[in-house]
């Protein structure tokens, strides 16, 4: 599974070493460079997932990130919605993922995957460059994973657990508050073949599973939400008009990566996380 508007965006990089940044992507032979924002980003927020997350449209030729979208929504320059997708991952390399990234510590396989390059859409130039990361500590996290599990025939208790496992780092890493993500909808919730049929189930039930969790994580007081996507924007319930939001059958057209952003936001607004 692979997958930012033109519209640039109202948070430019406020950094300490923006001058080490350049288009041109390292070789995995080199060390590429990490920017570390300064500390005038207090509230940093880490959205990481698969290629919903990255953006990925056009076969993977371009990327359109919801985060774009989701930092003008939020229009504070002490927030800072950093977008971590990587097309193709499951979520048991994403929790290890996660752990590097919360850490500080990322991987040069993580630096490279992580560059900006031209093809993303929606990124202002003086943005594109080398991965950034924050100075401060990771306050909020925004999750969305799963698809690529489905793919690969891993049963729902053990794409659960990893999804799961993810929340718990986060607490353990002293992350405020989680934004948890259902498996988004695809244009495959309306086929009905008897090939389907089973990934069809056993995503129910990953979601399912992951609900149960959060139900029980708030009644013991904990900041976490669920934006449940099958029922938000479904490609087999929705309107005409917004079956156009997809790409293909997986991926969103930008259009539909700054919904997920508009949805994302609605959620976050009702908590007063990012707004207050």
């Not at 990327?63 to 950093?82: C, D, G």
């Not at 934004?179 to 495959?188: F, G, R, T």
Request: glycine content about 6%; aromatic content about 8%; overall charge negative.
């Amino acid at each position: 599974m692979g997958s930012r508007s033109s519209t640039p965006s109202k948070h430019k990089s406020n950094t300490a070493t923006q001058q080490q940044m350049s288009v041109a992507k390292p070789s995995a032979e080199e060390k590429p460079a990490i920017i570390i924002d300064n500390d005038k980003i207090s509230y940093p927020i880490i959205a990481l997932g698969d290629s919903i997350t990255k953006g990925y449209y056009a076969r993977g030729t371009n990327f359109h990130p919801y985060s774009v979208k989701l930092n003008q929504l939020i229009s504070k320059a002490s927030t800072r919605v950093y977008e971590f997708g990587l097309s193709g991952e499951t979520t048991e390399k994403m929790k290890e993922r996660l752990k590097r990234l919360i850490d500080k510590k990322p991987s040069i396989d993580d630096q490279l995957a992580h560059f900006i390059g031209d093809n993303y859409d929606n990124i202002p130039e003086n943005d594109r460059g080398p991965m950034h990361l924050p100075i401060n500590e990771f306050r909020g996290a925004i999750i969305i994973g799963g698809t690529n599990d489905l793919a690969y025939g891993f049963s729902s208790e053990k794409i659960a657990n990893n999804i799961i496992g993810m929340y718990e780092y986060c607490f353990s890493r002293n992350v405020d508050w989680i934004v948890a993500c259902s498996i988004p909808s695809s244009k495959y919730d309306a086929d009905d073949s008897p090939s389907l049929v089973k990934v069809l189930e056993k995503k129910a039930k990953v979601n399912e599973l992951v609900k149960e969790y959060i139900r029980a994580e708030q009644e013991s007081g904990r900041k976490i939400i669920h934006v449940d996507f099958m029922n938000e924007l479904n490609y087999s319930t929705c309107s005409e008009e917004d079956k156009n939001l997809w790409d293909d059958s997986l991926h969103y057209t930008p259009a539909g990566s700054d919904r997920i952003a508009d949805i994302l936001f609605q959620h976050l607004e009702k908590t007063g996380w990012v707004t207050n």
